[in-house]
């Protein structure tokens, strides 16, 4: 008998009487108000920056009054951005994006209880750009903004993505005596814009 | 070499009161961070129930989930392995670096490669491993175990870690602030991630309904290292596995709160597919697992999403620390485990407590640890791991107090001897009395008395 | 009602005032108390340490001791947690069982089955409350900070009929004192270092004296102070509420 078939019968020898799975639907209710409000003030709580704004042409002019963008690498696979990013990733080799200074990407939906922005396969050009690049900056629709993370799966559904991360604010460590430090192996600072 | 218990680690870490008080007190901050991220979810309460109940079911139809998330994970292109044991485990790795040449590997945090001591074992066969997430980078440079399952080197001081970053990584000697020495770290392992091959990862936890594995970390390093390599392969406990995708939102939504008192940590990235022309493994591994899921007293010990609140709350860890146990896995939720693996060698971990009951009611799974503590020394008793000169004295203590005039005599030697030769108690070998006065003696005990002020009731 | 007394072993031999307070709290309320004379202790230093398979005589004389009485009250949270929850004689499983459920603690038995809420005494001092754990986790005598739960204390609800007394609020509201049972010498720097701090959580509060439903934890806890040569009193509820001689 293989490992396999040994550890499964072992499980199936030990494994108790069955359980029930409980019921998750109370978990839905009574959770919807403010999101927008309650979303920036938990990720600005955990180290993110948030900006409601009235359309993407706006991003455009804060992110140009924010960063040198001509001396930056800005990657972005929407076209709304196409006007300050640099879209040179031919050769799908991952290790390419590592001077990427900025990149924007849109995020599927966000999560108010907890700062966090959904992004999977279909709209990252490679998975390592949002940990890659030095900044990242996340779009959101306004109306994308659900409550809790149950509302987050309900979304995802049966979605068979390759790939798919909530990201929360930017990377970060608190190893050293507990004294928290933004900018570890990911991004260094995390900026939505909701549109 | 005799290894040291529980009890003569603690007391050589409580050597030195300012520091425990440093341990103690950073570790309470964290249990209060946790206190105000759940008191700010009035459902915070259910939403353990439920974990507890989603991890009961899964222990109890664990062989068709392990089959059925096999089966889905397969589909996607992923490659499964099965280890027994530790040593199986290992094998494994080191077979798949050594077919693709790889002789060099980044590798992120996972409790579980510390409990089979991956880390010695490929280093002895000629594979270089780095560990990518800070606390264990330093745990690793200073040639120690981590302490806490969640916080690698809780117990170690910047100004040491600063030391051991101007010896290794250059930084400038006597430079100990945190947001500099995270820096250089960032740098130092960029490079790492960048030039590694293999990439090898933890699983929080594993969906039996999709196939995929999700991985959760505050620095990013898991994805920085799987997303540049060649191959990422993935290591999880057999008892990892939830049942469906949205179960998700439970285990998410209690882990880092209970563990730090975040809400969520920065990434929580969710692994279905391997990329494309490159490969990804997960190995499913027992190493114990099924022999503790058949213990009826001890199987929910296996339901841990090792968050380590229960260390954060103990009043025992804060004040010896983890080193203290012996064990890849410290603190309450390590002493319930351990005993699983080795009895012998670790008997005295369950006795390292009071009793307190504060574990339990931080878990965010509702393991009944304390329970689980007391359960555990009563089977190691039975087992004979326990010193003579303990069962001797229990067995005296037994008869004493099964007879009623054996008791009353003995409590009146006790006064006596306390009240006329104190000498022969307030001495270095009474354990007590090292650091505590001994209770006066009153004039009578209370039996005494009643038998003289209430003769009547007298039954 | 008849209410058997239930005294923990080490409050007989050296805390009799405690048993007395507790004897002459519930006489004074005209509950028929008496105390079984026989009794010895509930077997809990033993279970604990992993020979619950020795503690048969105790518990048969338990059973013995305990059975027609309608309540058996005890002032100790973690003696009745023991007996509540390990409580068992294969002679007698089902008396053994009926006993276990009718065994208070006192607080609980006074906020529960008497419904206390006027108390005649005064106790004109500055009071840390110390939340035995036992009784507090295990016996529900007061919210745990654990829980995302509505508070409630019966101890301190019974404190609060007290003229005169002024409870302080602890930094830490219920940490373990580090007494234990046996942990208490088998691991003794651990116990000691809690029950120093405990102690000093108290201290910083400038109480007068620390009370608690347990003596166990607060005869650690004396020890300490004592060594320590603090003026800080420790003294059992059932002395407060019983009223005490200032």
Redesign the interface.
Known sequence: M???D???A?????????????E?D??FQGQETALIEKFTQ?LNG?GGKVTVVADVEEIISILKASYPLDQTRVISPLSSMQEIANNNIDNHD??AL?NVELAILPAHFAVA????CWLDESILP???LP??TQHLILIVNKVDVLP???H???K?G?E????????????????????L?L?????RSLWVFLA | MKILDHAERADIFNEDEKRVDWHDETLWWIRQKRDKSAHQIPEWENLRNAASAIKSNTLSNLHDYLLEFEKNALQNGVIIHWAADAKEHNEIVYRLLKEKGINKMVKSKSMLTEECHLNEYLEHNGIEVIDSDLGERIVQLAKEPPSHIVLPCIHKKKEEIGELFHEHLGTPKGNADPQLLTEAARVHLRDTFLTRKAALTGVNFAVAETGEIVICTNEGNADMGAHLADIHIACMGIEKIIPKREHLSIFLRLLARSATGQPITTYSSHFAKPRDGKELHIILVDNGRTRQLGREEFRNSLKCIRCGACMNTCPVYRRSGGHSYHNAIAGPIGAILAPNLDMKQYADLPFASTLCGSCSNVCPVKIDIHDQLYKWRQVLVKEGYTSTAKQVAMKTMATTLSSPSLYKLAGKAARTTLKYAPFMVNNKFNAWYLQRDMPKVPQSSFGEWYKINRKNNEQ | MKVALFIPCYVDQFYPQVAIATLELLENLGIDVSYPTSQTCCGQPMANSGFEHLAGGCNSLFVKNFSGFDYIVAPSGSCVLHIREHLHDDDEPELAKQIAERTYELTSFLTDVLKLDTLKSRFPHKVGMHQSCHGQRGLKLSQMTELNAPDFSKPGQLLNLVKDIELVELDRKDECCGFGGTFCVAEEAVSVKMGKDRVNDHAKHNVEYITGVDMSCLMHMEGILNRQQSPIKIIHIAEILNGVKA
């Open positions: 293989n490992n396999r040994q550890i499964l072992a499980v199936k020898a030990n494994q108790p009487d069955l359980t029930p799975l409980p998750l109370s978990f938990v955990i991952p290790h590592e209880e907890n700062g966090a490679d998975r390592v940990f890659i809790t993370m149950h987050a799966y309900e995802i049966n068979q993505y390759g790939y798919g991360a909530f990201i929360a604010g930017p990377s970060k460590t608190a190893d050293i005596e507990q004294s430090v900018g570890a192996h990911g991004a």
